[in-house]
């Protein structure tokens, strides 16, 4: 994807042409989809509309997914073109040709040998410049009817009140409609347009050519997360088509009876975003929410589908307290039950009046972080998404906080000033209760009441080694993945782990390694990236 200036009054929007190459299994391995597939019925999108603005090739003015080429190998009757000369189901048309990006693009998102929702059902295929012009930015904007878009393309040379412009355009879309924008956070320098909208996911290339944040206007985090991918242009299709995936299986009851809440925008969101794994250097901290680079890490879907299988979780207590004031534990003796899962609700505060005062509001989802064996560490990590509501300029402040339920003492909070996102990861959290806590702040509040998703997840990584015949065998759980394993010969520094073990075999939800039988001390761990 490259980008080019903008001319004055028009958008260009113009992305680079590459011939479809073999795209390697492992990007479905590294992003969970090869897991997800081996361990639940047909996870492929199906029921769920995308759609597929291009821009053009570099070169020519070329914009169209051909159904036949090696990528993409999906029937005719799935598409339907549009531009300003009109609409077509027919391939080919009068109303453009070809474009080897589109393909490629295709092939990632939806394409029948190595897509990720191979079974989506139908794609809108747009030129990119009408498709902003005419459908996001039009005065009225009409419903497209399609759940997923995405946005291989990026607008170049955008100025910050530019940036503000096309970034309102598609809140206020996604926030009128429930449509998912996946969008590039663009290849080198500062992420653009449209990445930088509140309401879409940003993508960045995870080991690729990627830009990274903070955006130029106010400083929120984006990328939102990364995928593999040379570019950012075949990174977005990989997390567009989890989205989609994702959407079927809520759809179909995956994330339990609440079906319309589990496929809600805000909560695949969260889901994407919280069961990504975390790259070597990442980092965050209160105020930034996410890595400037990977966002919330890598996309792992199988880690999100597991916690929309978790199930949807009500807040066991909510309380206000004094604008600004303490919001410790209430003491509530209720326990959510699932340590994988997420949540759809809203939260109110109160803004202040002629005889009360402003007050803050606080749902508190309490959980019992605990195991059988002595002394191991859990892994926390939580992700809270809500909207720009359509027309603002500005959004909600909501916080996320993790509070020891026993002592009252704060453990770790996301708390951006600028973000419609917060996230905490915390890898080493001791057994115990915990109060894991959604705030609204009343302070410049675009309204009293916000709609949020909330996905959460508490896990204690086991490793067990047992005998398996003449041979020893490592045992560890499937879910969650992202973990490689590793051995060493002595635990005396400096230690030498050595990181070319078996690759491990499914079996009845767990991952073995067989290794032969050795008479010298090896150690075993497992490591995330």
């Known amino acids: 994807m490259q980008n080019y200036p903008k001319q004055t009054g028009t958008l260009i929007l113009i992305a680079s042409a590459i011939f479809w190459a073999s795209v390697r299994a492992s990007n479905l391995d590294t992003i969970g989809v090869t897991l997800l597939r081996a361990e639940t019925t047909n996870v492929d999108g199906l029921g769920i509309r995308v759609a597929q603005p291009e821009a053009y090739d570099l070169g020519t003015t070329n914009w169209e997914v051909n159904p036949a080429s090696s990528p993409v190998q999906r029937p005719e009757n799935l598409f339907t073109y549009t531009s300003n000369l009109g609409s077509t189901t027919n391939y080919p048309n009068t109303l453009n040709t070809e474009s080897g990006h589109a393909d490629a693009v295709a092939g990632y998102f939806y394409g029948l040998s190595a897509g990720v929702a191979t079974n989506i059902a139908h794609v809108d295929n747009y030129d990119a410049n009408y498709f902003y012009n005419d459908v996001v930015a039009a005065t009225l904007p009409s419903n497209i009817g399609d759940a997923v878009v995405n946005q291989s393309f990026a607008f170049s040379g955008t100025s910050v009140s530019q940036q503000q412009t096309i970034d309102s355009h598609y809140d206020n879309y996604a926030a009128?409609?429930?449509?998912?924008?996946?969008?590039?956070?663009?290849?080198?320098?500062?992420?653009?347009?449209?990445?930088?909208?509140?309401?879409?996911?940003?993508?960045?290339?995870?080991?690729?050519?990627?830009?990274?944040?903070?955006?130029?206007?106010?400083?929120?985090?984006?990328?939102?997360?990364?995928?593999?991918?040379?570019?950012?242009?075949?990174?977005?299709?990989?997390?567009?088509?989890a989205a989609a995936v994702l959407m079927q299986?809520?759809?179909?009851?995956?994330?339990?009876?609440?079906?319309?809440?589990?496929?809600?925008?805000?909560?695949?969101?969260?889901?994407?975003?919280?069961?990504?794994?975390?790259?070597?250097?990442?980092?965050?901290?209160p105020p930034q929410p996410l890595d400037t680079n990977y966002g919330a890490g890598?996309?792992?879907?199988?880690?999100?589908?597991?916690?929309?299988?978790?199930?949807?979780?009500?807040?066991?207590?909510?309380?206000?307290?004094?604008?600004?004031?303490?919001?410790?534990?209430?003491?509530?003796?209720?326990?959510?039950?699932?340590?994988?899962?997420?949540?759809?609700?809203?939260?109110?505060?109160?803004?202040?009046?002629?005889?009360s005062s402003a007050t803050d509001g606080v749902n508190h989802y309490y959980f019992n972080v605990t195991t059988n064996l002595s002394g191991p560490n859990f892994t926390a990590t939580a992700t809270l998404v809500w909207n720009r509501q359509q027309n603002q300029t500005a959004?909600?402040?909501?916080?996320?906080?993790?509070?020891?339920?026993?002592?009252?003492?704060?453990?770790?909070?996301?708390?951006?000033?600028?973000?419609?996102?917060?996230?905490?990861?915390?890898?080493?959290?001791?057994?115990?209760?915990?109060?894991?806590?959604?705030?609204?702040?009343?302070?410049?509040?675009?309204?009293?009441?916000e709609t949020y998703a909330l996905a959460w997840e508490f896990f204690l990584p086991t490793l067990c080694v047992t005998n398996t015949g003449t041979n020893v065998a490592l045992v560890f759980p499937v879910y969650p993945a992202g973990f490689s394993t590793e051995s060493t010969v002595s635990l005396s520094p400096p230690i030498i782990w050595n990181t070319n073990l078996p690759q491990p075999v499914l079996a009845d939800g767990r991952n073995y390694i067989l290794l032969n039988p050795t008479n010298s001390a090896q150690f075993f761990r497992l490591r995330r990236p």
Do not use: M
């Not at 699932?338 to 109110?348: T, Y």
């Open 249 to 285: 299986a809520a759809l179909r009851g995956d994330g339990g009876s609440d079906t319309n809440s589990g496929a809600d925008i805000r909560t695949i969101k969260s889901l994407l975003l919280n069961g990504a794994v975390k790259p070597p250097g990442w980092t965050n901290f």
């Open 395 to 449: 959004i909600n402040n909501l916080d996320l906080f993790l509070y020891n339920a026993a002592s009252s003492n704060l453990v770790v909070c996301s708390t951006s000033l600028v973000d419609n996102v917060e996230h905490i990861w915390l890898p080493r959290l001791p057994q115990g209760r915990y109060d894991l806590q959604v705030l609204k702040n009343s302070g410049n509040s675009v309204s009293d009441s």
């Open 176 to 241: 009128q409609y429930g449509t998912l924008f996946v969008s590039p956070a663009n290849n080198g320098g500062s992420v653009s347009p449209p990445g930088t909208a509140y309401n879409c996911i940003c993508v960045g290339a995870y080991g690729g050519n990627s830009s990274y944040g903070p955006t130029l206007d106010n400083g929120r985090s984006k990328p939102d997360i990364t995928a593999p991918g040379g570019e950012t242009s075949y990174s977005t299709p990989l997390v567009s088509g």
């Open 298 to 355: 890598v996309l792992n879907v199988f880690n999100s589908y597991k916690q929309l299988a978790g199930g949807k979780h009500n807040y066991v207590d909510s309380t206000s307290v004094s604008t600004g004031g303490a919001h410790p534990p209430t003491g509530n003796l209720a326990t959510i039950g699932a340590l994988s899962g997420w949540d759809f609700n809203s939260i109110s505060s109160t803004s202040a009046g002629i005889f």
